[in-house]
């Protein structure tokens, strides 16, 4: 059963939303004009909102998100206002994963990095990657780009109940309750990844975390959602002191 959506919370959805893209470009996390995130503005996903096709990250603000109805717009269909991949990636994770409000799909530097090697595990080596411990889902079966909505459910099956989808050989997707715990997820992914890379870079063994003690760091993450809601509060003031247009 669909909940219809709330004004002001699609409003403010918007903006979240809005400002997640303004700050990833300003974190240097963007690729061109590529990329997608979405936002489930009804309960059971079906109504979604989305980045228009081609717009840079640093330019989106709310109103330029565009809203989906796939009971409405039950099929692609060639339609001009958003890129066919992020359609069939997203309208497939809202549709069949419901409890994914929030999706966002990037290609960072250093997850991106993670991603073409042969074991693409993120290591327990540090408080950051210990987050990711035994929470990753992998995808090791890239085949060029995701142009079919078969695709995208294939997708959504294997990110299932877990929040993160390591994208072998492409990039990274994060699914979350809300704009900011997707936020800060991507963030520190991203940060744990760079520390990684490093890690490896420097040709020693790496000194990785017993499973015991990665397993309750991850656990005790899993309680911090006040401190990734206090983390993307705290960005979004920065946008507010230089550039407040995303909100408009």
Not at 44 to 65: E, T, V, Y
Not at 117 to 144: E, H
Request: charged share 25%.
């Amino acid at each position: 059963m669909t909940t219809e959506p709330n004004d002001s919370n699609e409003r403010q959805l918007r903006i979240d939303l809005a400002a997640a893209f303004r700050l990833f470009a300003r974190l240097g996390m963007h690729e061109a004009v590529a990329n997608h995130f979405s936002a489930a503005v009804s309960s059971d996903g079906r109504k979604f909102l989305m980045n228009p096709k081609w717009r840079h990250f640093s330019r989106i603000k709310a109103s330029d998100l565009v809203l989906f109805d796939l009971d409405a717009d039950g099929s692609f269909g060639g339609r001009a206002s958003v890129d066919p991949t992020a359609w069939s990636i997203h309208s497939q994770m809202h549709s069949l994963l419901p409890q994914a409000r929030v999706v966002l799909h990037l290609h960072p530097p250093f997850v991106t990095t993670i991603a073409t090697l042969a074991n693409p595990d993120i290591k327990p080596i540090d408080q950051n990657t210990a987050r990711y411990f035994n929470r990753v889902a992998l995808d090791a079966a890239y085949s060029g780009m995701a142009d079919s909505e078969q695709e995208g459910a294939r997708l959504a099956k294997l990110l299932g109940n877990r929040s993160r989808l390591m994208m072998g050989n492409h990039g990274v997707m994060i699914a979350a309750r809300t704009v900011g715990e997707a936020f800060d997820d991507m963030y520190t992914i991203e940060r744990a990844c760079q520390t990684l890379v490093q890690a490896y870079a420097t040709g020693q063994p790496l000194n990785v975390l017993p499973d015991d003690i990665a397993e309750r760091t991850a656990h005790d993450w899993e309680g911090l959602t006040d401190f990734s809601e206090a983390h993307f509060a705290e960005m979004k003031k920065l946008l507010d002191a230089e550039d407040p247009s995303y909100a408009h």
